[in-house]
């Protein structure tokens, strides 16, 4: 029987990811780009461990560490492009992200011993540069559609989880080999090097199909959304950007833009995005996401009280991309699910109307 790693198995999965980015990249070129090579990078590696830990091929284990220091600094340069304003990809400014690659290129030569303690502080180091910047929120990837910021700040957080516990478990290994003869080791490394690399796929793809993209467009007056009552000690700056931003959602309709970002928000506005995301959180007591996706599903119950369009069209009419975001932002802000509240609007109206 032919034995097959399981680390092939994770590379056909990713693989899969893979596709999927560079379909939804057909439509915004060079969007997620860097996602798109990320995964790439991700799928070229459990390749390689599968051939290292799977078939003993040890001839490879130079490009092995090559391609491991590669991926903690493109995880991280991959999710800053969604907390950026202007501008993404790689620029000539990120060369230092290529330093810990060529010095373990020059220790692979000179002195060997040094390669695990170099990728081990820097899956630690990059892993914490991302907690730092998931920080800031789901208003913090500025550039992550708003229909989708949650699950791209959700998988930020997973990144930057997976990088230090990759970090933690070479230290573990380490400990086996020094103490414990490294009787454990290949298994543990090729288990935990496929998990890690499955989890920061999934990580990858998930905000990579979430990064903004497709350009903005004119459209009539929407209908007027519920107002939101303010919250106490908010600015008069902060009012009057809340207010200029109301207006020009409802004027625009931008809430049908399902590529719609904080960045585009915040250029609309000729505000950098942090005044904007800080005015709607002290005036409406939420995050942009949430706000715009207010508006969404305010335009989604008119179409549900006032047309037979199904639900399924409704989605996209509304400014979403998928049913899934939909479904749970509808539930947020009605406490239900769309048929529901559609049949509960249609009974209520039959039941204002006069006996014939």
Known sequence: MIFVPLSFAVSLFLLAFLVRLLLQGRESLGSNHLFVLLVALYVAQTVLVGLRWGYGVTAILPILSLFASLVPPLTYLAFRDLAREEGNGLSARDWPH?????VLAVLLVVWRDLIDLLIIGEFLGYGMRLAWLARLGTDGLVASR?????????SLVLAALTLMSSALTDIGISFDMAFGGGRHSAAVVSAAT????????????????????????????ADEVRA?????????????????????????RLYADAGLNLGKLARRMGLPARAVSHAVNRVHGMSVSQYVNNFRIAEACRLLAETDMPVTRIVFEAGFMTKSN??????????????????EKAAAICADQPPK
């Open 98 to 102: 290529l330093m810990p690659t060529l």
């Open 146 to 154: 708003l229909d989708g910021s949650l699950r791209s700040h959700r």
């Open 194 to 221: 496929t998990v890690i690399l499955l989890l920061l796929g999934i990580a990858a793809v998930v905000a990579g199909a979430e990064e903004g993209a497709g350009g903005e467009e004119e459209a009539s007056p």
């Open 228 to 252: 939101y009552s303010p919250t106490p000690e908010v600015s008069g700056a902060d009012g009057e950007v809340a207010a200029g931003l109301d207006r020009l959602i409802r004027e625009r």
């Open 326 to 343: 939909f479904n749970r932002e509808f539930l947020r802000v009605t406490g239900t699910n769309p048929t529901r509240w559609r049949g």
